[in-house]
T-cell receptor
Framework: DTEVTQTPKHLVMGMTNKKSLKCEQH?????MYWYKQKAKKPPELMFVYSYEKLSINESVPSRFSPECPNSSLLNLHLHALQPEDSALYLC???????????FGSGTQLSVL | GENVEQHPSTLSVQEGDSAVIKCTYSDSASNYFPWYKQELGKRPQLIID?????GEKKDQRIAVTLNKTAKHFSLHITETQPEDSAVYFC?????????????FGTGTRLTIIP
């Protein structure tokens, strides 16, 4: 398996909802990432997990809560989001630091 | 922190001609420079990368050059084809307070005219 798999592909949620995005890879990668991408903009780093520990939080609002249950899974829990949080959320992984980054196909999130 | 500038923002090229996209970075400690291609509605895909100890790298029709002194790197696509149409992002990686971070350029929308 040489892919990063994200579910769901599309998500529409209200501002009072709680939802979770899921990411999975079975390449033995030890670093996993969440990026946010707005239309016509580059990906922006949100969180980095290294060996299942949170190593970078790019000052992301607490309504986004990451979780890394094991070395293959990465979740992003969403609560009380705002319409401006609507974006493509990309998961990525790499073998470790100083290694190539591979992206999942993303979850297109719309907050109403 | 690192700042990556990318030019041009849009580029139209006749099929068969070459395309060049340029990026500059600010942090001289940056050591890794990947290029990603993103088609509409799809994930960014790594197409080529170069490390700071190398000046040039080529993979078929795609090449990347790095000038560490001037802190700029470029993507060259030769014999362009319609399937090369996409948004291309450059990126630079730097160690920031013990953490490695990848900073992306603003993207170039490349259109190949048949």
């Amino acid at each position: 398996d040489t892919e990063v798999t994200q579910t769901p592909k599309h998500l529409v949620m209200g501002m009072t909802n709680k939802k979770s995005l899921k990411c999975e890879q079975h390449m033995g990668h030890r670093a996993m990432y969440w990026y946010k991408q707005k239309a016509k903009k580059p990906p922006e780093l949100m969180f980095v997990y290294s060996y299942e520990k949170l190593s970078i939080n790019e000052s992301v609002p607490s309504r986004f809560s990451p979780e890394c249950p094991n070395s293959s899974l990465l979740n992003l829990h969403l609560h009380a989001l705002q319409p401006e949080d609507s974006a493509l959320y990309l998961c990525a992984s790499s073998l470790g630091w100083n290694e190539k980054l591979f992206f999942g196909s993303g979850t297109q999130l719309s907050v109403l | 922190g690192e700042n990556v500038e990318q030019h041009p923002s849009t580029l139209s090229v006749q099929e068969g001609d070459s395309a060049v996209i340029k990026c500059t970075y600010s942090d001289s400690a940056s050591n890794y420079f990947p290029w990603y291609k993103q088609e509409l509605g799809k994930r960014p895909q790594l197409i080529i990368d170069i490390r700071s100890n190398v000046g040039e790298k080529k993979d078929q029709r795609i090449a990347v050059t790095l000038n560490k002194t001037a802190k700029h790197f470029s993507l060259h696509i030769t014999e362009t084809q319609p399937e090369d149409s996409a948004v291309y992002f450059c990126a630079a990686r730097v160690v920031d307070f013990g953490n490695e971070k990848l900073t992306f350029g603003t993207g170039t929308r490349l259109t190949i005219i048949p």
